[in-house]
């Protein structure tokens, strides 16, 4: 399975890498995170330039999309050519958001009858499409995951890999990048905010 | 002032920019994280491909260095002239490194006499060089820090940024890179790290 982590020019670090990072530790397993770009390098905020895995194609035939974050979402979203390019299909695609990358899904009505969880410089642009937004860092319904506030990207992480390998493989993988001997308070924070976003849908 | 964050070939996504990009929200105080490479491009473990936004020289300059971590960092120890461009001096730096990093620091002499932190795959070869590793997340003496466990990286951050530019700056970033709603949590949790390792010192 492969996974499209979608990063644009302007995108921030933390929110495209701790999700790519992350669901690679699950190569062995067959999931595998690609840094997927609309230009053949993207330059993030801080100035870095990275050159991307995928073109935008692939996000048609990826089996996740998440669409990551960064201080040019609004311009993103205002560019018809871009937004067309991502023709996702959440019948068969799991799709996330990480931060500003809540205003994209929004945008392309992957967030109507809702809510989202975004950062706070985001909110306001995403409650101007209507989408109610929460005072939480993760929620998921049904094949549809935003995530707010940078580090809450392990989050989305922790549901990518849940929902295609199972709960054991993400304790694995939290288990493994934790802070040394914050193991089972990390594994169980992150278990916690995706049950508890999954359990407010029952 | 400038952070000179070292990141080899086979570098961990999550290790490099975890603390790059929480500096970098600094850059306003006048704090900024450059990605400082060994060649033009360096690849990632995960096969992705940044370009340095510093050469290694940049290291003597730098006000602060953090040793990034990567699958190769014993090829990086027994490589005697990639060693010897790592001119760095504790009593003008700050210096730090996270998970295999410390090895680096280990070979360069900067752990003699302390006990270190890193990430359990690196912690034999860190043992064998006769450097005590702590079950904790994070360590510091003086002006050497270590820091073990992925996501420990935002410690090391926390730890720069405290150093450079006070404990309120340190708050800002950890607040608006936590999860929604996280943000006490996430701030105490980072803080305790870095001063409970300062602590034991005293």
Chains 1, 2 share one sequence.
Request: with cysteine; hydrophobic share 45%; net charge negative.
């Amino acid at each position: 399975m492969q996974v499209a982590v979608v990063t644009f020019d302007g995108f921030n670090e933390l929110d495209s890498f701790i999700a790519s990072a992350l669901i690679n530790r699950c190569r062995g397993d067959g999931l595998e995170a690609l840094i997927t770009t609309p230009t053949p390098v993207v330059t993030s905020m801080n100035g870095v330039e990275v050159t991307g895995q995928r073109p935008m194609e692939f996000v048609t035939e990826a089996d996740v999309v998440l669409i990551g974050s960064g201080v040019k979402a609004r311009e993103v979203v205002a560019d018809e050519q871009l937004i067309s390019e991502l023709r996702l299909d959440s019948s068969r695609q799991l799709i996330g958001a990480q931060c500003s990358g809540a205003l994209v899904l929004a945008r392309l009505g992957f967030l109507d009858g809702m809510p989202a969880c975004t950062d706070r410089k985001t909110r306001p642009f995403v409650e101007a499409r209507g989408i109610p937004v929460l005072d939480e860092p993760f929620h998921a319904e049904g094949n549809i995951a935003t995530a707010g506030g940078c580090l809450a990207s392990q989050y989305l992480a922790t549901w990518v890999i849940t929902r295609t390998l199972g709960e054991d493989a993400a304790r694995d993988v939290l288990d493994y990048v934790s802070p040394v001997g914050e193991n089972q308070e990390t594994i169980e924070r992150a278990l916690r905010a995706v049950h508890s976003a999954e359990g407010a849908l029952a």
